[in-house]
């Protein structure tokens, strides 16, 4: 039903609707609006049999959700930050063990310095975990990437990520269409687990795996989640069908076609960013937008698809690797290898920091004018808004 | 598009005025989208929420920059924070106070602004007599909806039913009303003249 409501509450809604049968979390900033929403559901009588597991850490909550996800249930939690690091090991047990948890992660920063506000940082730092991972450009979106998470993940047998940007979206209201049971079901059939931990029929899952078959079992995990770019589309189309309106897929585009210049960007700040083509183009700058909706597995040939040769592209991030520099922008330059799109990294909106009209205009302005010679070597890492007045007081 | 930020403490229903604005804006038939400043907030602290009403989707994701109405829920907030920095040169001011704009050195401000876009409402004391607590945001909607004429005061009384239940829906909604007439009044007297 299509009404002005929070974004954390809209997720609630659709998750309830996924027909979950365990919810286990620990609650953290921006995450707490999802899991009380959710918990009030379950309290209420209308998912049972669904139960709510309290526990008193992220770590356990993820075990929870390992442990009933093993035994045949659908599982889902949620965090951010510290507690998305806290659920560290058992992340790779749960992608290891192919377990079709779906979880929320309403990204934010890590601490030390201890900082609530929203990034990317958190959920970068796990990109290797083996879970697939999905960013959401607005509500809307996060809302109806739940119910493709889940196909998803059980059609894989791979556990799935759904990004979200803390506060920005996760305490954003506005009009937001849930979507009905009905059409949730149709679409989301019950989860048949292939092998259940039941003491009836004894089995192990998980054993140690020497060195002769542990390559072949990352190989395989390999495959299976590169399998999903091909998955993925097929479901957004599903769904498009089902709910008569578009789910995110691999990447989005905007005005990229005569572009001499892409922005590439994940979640909320894509939607500033097309306010600010808009303006630009305007003034006839040829500037367009490339949103990564899947991050893993990295859709190396849909950007590839999306980009031509002679266009600049800068890759405009919300987390970084210390003493390196962009994260998206390593896959980026794996997937542009052999093209002509000289590429450039600007770290944006750590911590908090608004990304507004004014800063993207200028970072694209700057970018389009400045020499896009592929032989001058690495570029030094630029950050957005730089306050070089606080460094001098540093 | 109208972008609106509103100054308050926390505990004065500053995040939740933001939500309900958008609520009435959306029950109005516009686009809305309300979100708060994302501090770490304590009662008494400043707060900030905004709140943007367009025809179409709003993509927009940045705090309002150039707010075409400023509403403040404490006054005390005008020594303290740049309440009005950025409010746009035809824009919209309204300040809940028993006080008059000029007694708290408002005048400059008023006179900037277009004729009738500057209002004083006592919104904390009309909460006190209908809803029987100190909280003026639903009182400060109604003055919103007079002032600037972007919503019904229907739609402000709808989207406080979809928050509140029993005495304190029809108590808010009755002092939404009221200042929602107050303004009115203040309005049609400043055009008179």
Redesign the interface.
């Known amino acids: 039903m299509r009404?002005?409501r929070?974004g954390s509450q809209a997720v609630a809604l659709t998750v309830a609707r996924c027909r979950p049968e365990v919810v286990c979390a620990y609650p953290i900033s921006?995450q707490t609006h999802i899991v009380e929403g959710l918990s009030a559901i379950v309290a209420s009588g209308e998912l049972a049999p669904c139960e709510f597991v309290n526990v008193e850490s992220e770590f356990a909550a993820l075990s929870v959700a390992i442990g009933a996800s093993a035994a045949g249930a659908r599982a889902y939690t949620a965090t951010a930050s510290q507690g998305l690091l806290f659920m560290a090991e058992a992340l790779w047990n749960a992608s290891g063990l192919g377990l079709p948890i779906v979880m929320t992660v309403a990204n934010r920063a890590i601490g030390a310095p201890i900082n609530?506000?929203?990034d990317h940082s958190d959920a970068m730092a796990l990109r290797d975990c083996g879970w697939i991972q999905l960013y959401a450009q607005?509500n809307q979106e996060a809302a109806d990437l739940h119910i493709l998470a889940f196909r998803l993940a059980e059609q894989l047998s791979v556990p799935v990520m759904v990004c979200m940007?803390g506060?920005?979206l996760t305490?954003?209201?506005?009009?937001i269409d849930v979507a009905d049971q009905e059409l949730v079901d149709r679409y989301l059939p019950p989860y048949r687990p292939r092998q259940v931990l039941d003491p009836k029929a004894p089995i192990t899952i998980g054993a140690m795996v020497g060195p002769e078959a542990f390559t072949e079992v990352r190989y395989l995990a390999h495959q299976t989640q590169r399998q999903a770019l091909t998955v993925i589309p097929r479901l957004a189309d599903e769904f498009a069908t089902v709910f008569g309106r578009r789910s995110a897929s691999l990447v989005s585009p905007y005005r990229t076609e005569d572009a001499d210049l892409v922005v590439v960007a994940l979640g909320?700040?894509l939607?500033?960013l097309?306010?600010t083509i808009d303006e630009l183009r305007d003034d006839g700058v040829r500037v367009g937008a490339l949103g990564i909706t899947t991050f893993r597995p990295f859709p190396t040939e849909a950007v590839r698809a999306a980009l031509r040769d002679g266009q600049r592209v800068v890759a405009l991030e919300r987390a970084f690797s210390i003493g390196s520099g962009g994260v998206v922008s390593q896959d980026l330059r794996v997937a542009l290898a052999g093209m002509d799109c000289p590429l450039s990294t600007v770290v944006a909106g750590l911590g908090?920091r608004?990304?507004?009209?004014p800063s993207l205009r200028q970072l694209i302005t700057q970018a389009r004018s400045a020499p896009g010679d592929p032989t001058a070597g690495p570029q030094p890492l630029v950050f957005l808004d730089l306050d070089r007045d606080l460094l001098a007081h540093g | 598009m109208f972008q609106i930020r509103i100054h308050g403490r926390g505990g004065q229903g500053v995040v939740t005025a933001a939500e309900l604005l958008s609520v009435a804006a959306n029950a109005f038939g516009r686009h809305a989208q309300a979100f708060p400043s994302f501090g770490s907030e304590r009662t008494g602290a400043p707060v900030v929420a905004f709140c943007r009403i367009d025809d179409r989707p709003i993509r927009l994701r940045e705090p309002v920059l150039e707010p075409d109405a400023v509403i403040v829920q404490d006054s005390t907030l005008l020594r303290q924070i740049d309440v009005l920095g950025g409010l746009r040169p035809a824009g919209y001011l309204l300040v809940n106070t028993a006080a008059t704009l000029d007694d708290l050195g408002l005048g400059g401000v008023v006179a900037r602004l277009p004729p009738g876009h500057a209002v004083a409402v006592s919104a904390t004391a009309i909460a006190r007599t209908h809803v029987g607590r100190p909280v003026p945001n639903a009182a400060l909607l109604g003055a919103f909806a007079a002032l600037t004429e972007l919503i019904s005061i229907d739609s402000v009384a709808a989207a406080i039913a979809t928050r509140f239940h029993g005495h304190l829906r029809d108590g808010n909604v009755t002092a939404a009303r009221a200042a929602y007439e107050h303004v009115k009044g203040v309005r049609s007297g400043a055009s008179a003249a």
């Open positions: 009404a002005q929070e921006p609530i506000w929203n607005d940007d506060f920005v305490h954003a209201v506005e009009e909320s700040v939607g500033t097309a306010e908090g608004p990304i507004t009209r």
